[in-house]
């Protein structure tokens, strides 16, 4: 029996095998990240007069695309019993990848305009890197544990490409970056290149993740992650070969970060606030909206070294901001009202960063001006609703959420901003300094891509 609307409205167990044929068709990394901390990914362009050889290359790497099954099954594997799953391989298409391979595209204007064409006061496409331009048919990630593993998997895969009419445009290198390992997090958190925590807060849509966040990560009742996967990220694929076909969209953004400049500008910041001694960490936290270590600015006035890292907090008890600013980018980008239609807007994400994983994190001195960042990525139902909104309507302005000008958001807002308010000291109000605080997240390009189903890919016609 194909999976009912009803049955995907809400996390969904993975282990009733009568979901199983619904995630063997869908891709993998939708649902839960893959866990890689390497990946390749291959911006690419289809030659329209070698069309047949075209689709027969799709069909062969259809057949290699991890499902979500697969995912999930290793993942459980390398919890119980510590065996690597393994290189992880999925692929996706743009619209105009749709229309050479003469297919009918998932719906959707944002889709079919691509990012370029779209309002999000983002650098003009022309000044973008080349491989990330407008004229991406594309993308083929490949994920493993190690650059060797990934590198020779990646070769496998593109050796034929050339003779068959598929042009590798360029190729993006992600590396996980991570805290020191504890035995909560073997692996370390996940961590950017400004030195903070990230990817804590996600919907989560699979229910034995609500239940570890229920029991073992804090709880669920001031902040739900819980999201049904069919409300938050599946879209049903119009080329799916039966009942159970689904898809998502991907989006793909590549922000270089200016780690020196932001480090600077929050020691001016904390100059500017008055802030000295141990709570000169605050600046940043008030810019992130968490201590680097994760601690959320709403909860408390100093960093806790907290494991696992806090995700049920709200900022209802902080209506002004005198805690944690309205602006702060975790705030900005998720206000946690626990509205519906405050939380339909909310996406899972999947980046990871760019650039050199072992250069010192601590060291001022080498703190990188550009060649490090974050490939962008998140999976949404419908891009307009999602996406769109979190970055234009939040992020960019000024006066979201309450309609008062506090400010855009200090890490990813785009275009020509005001300065932000900020308050010096923690829980009062008063002393309020203006203090511009934008710049140092740069978007390098990027693209909306689809995640077909693997049946679809696998009978590529």
């Not at 953004?253 to 606030?273: M, S, T």
């Not at 206000?335 to 519906?340: F, I, K, N, Q």
């Not at 960019?396 to 309450?402: E, I, K, V, Y």
């Not at 000291?425 to 605080?437: I, L, S």
Request: hydrophobic fraction near 35%.
């Amino acid at each position: 029996m194909p999976v009912s609307d009803a049955v995907l409205s809400v996390p969904i167990d993975w282990h009733d095998t009568d979901l199983w044929p619904f995630l063997d068709e869908l891709q993998g990394n939708i649902l839960k990240g893959h866990g890689r901390d390497h990946t390749l990914n291959h911006f690419l362009s289809f030659d329209v007069t070698m069309l047949p050889q075209v689709k027969s290359q799709i069909r062969a790497i259809g057949t290699q695309t991890t499902s979500a099954l697969r995912q999930l099954n290793e993942a459980e594997a390398f919890r119980e019993f510590q065996r690597s799953g393994g290189t992880n391989i999925f692929f996706f298409l743009t619209a105009q990848g749709y229309g050479k391979l003469g297919k009918a595209p998932p719906p959707g204007e944002a889709f079919a305009r691509g990012m370029a064409k779209r309002t999000l006061n983002d650098p003009p496409s022309a000044g973008w890197e080349a491989h990330l331009r407008p004229g991406i048919d594309a993308l083929l990630i490949v994920a493993d544990d190690s650059v060797l593993k990934v590198g020779n998997a990646a070769a496998a895969l593109t050796k034929g490409f050339a003779a068959n009419g598929i042009h590798i445009l360029g190729i993006d290198a992600g590396h996980a970056l991570r805290s020191e390992p504890s035995a909560n997090e073997p692996k370390g958190r996940g961590i950017e290149h400004f030195g903070y925590v990230d990817g804590r807060s996600q919907p989560l849509m699979l229910l034995a993740d609500v239940q570890v966040e229920k029991t073992q990560n804090g709880g669920i009742d001031q902040w739900d992650p819980s999201f049904g996967p069919g409300q938050a990220a599946l879209v049903r694929d119009p080329g799916g070969t039966t009942p159970d076909s689904y898809g998502s969209f991907l989006i793909y953004r590549k922000l270089e970060q200016n780690v020196k400049a932001f480090n600077e500008r929050e020691d001016a910041l904390a100059e500017a606030l008055g802030l000295s001694g141990d709570d000169e960490e605050r600046a940043g936290a008030m810019v992130v909206g968490r201590f680097e270590d994760g601690t959320p600015l709403i909860l408390h006035e100093a960093a806790t070294d907290p494991n696992p890292t806090p995700n049920n907090f709200n900022y209802a008890g902080d209506p002004k901001g005198l805690r944690c600013p309205i602006h702060a980018h975790v705030r900005k980008i998720n206000p946690r009202a626990g509205s519906a239609e405050q939380r339909s807007h909310l996406m899972p994400r999947r980046g990871i960063p760019f650039g050199d994983p072992n250069r010192d994190l601590e060291d001022a001195a080498t703190f990188p001006q550009s060649g490090v960042g974050l490939l962008f990525m998140a999976y949404n139902q419908e891009i307009e609703r999602q996406f769109e909104v979190t970055q234009h309507l939040w992020a960019n302005d000024p006066t979201f959420p309450d309609g008062l000008a506090h400010g855009a958001d200090p890490i990813i807002g785009q275009g020509n901003q005001p300065d932000q308010t900020w308050r010096p000291t923690y829980g009062a109000e008063g002393g309020d300094r203006v203090f511009g605080f934008k710049g140092f997240v740069t978007m390098k390009g990027g693209e909306y891509f689809f995640a077909p189903s693997r049946g679809f890919l696998k009978t590529m016609n």
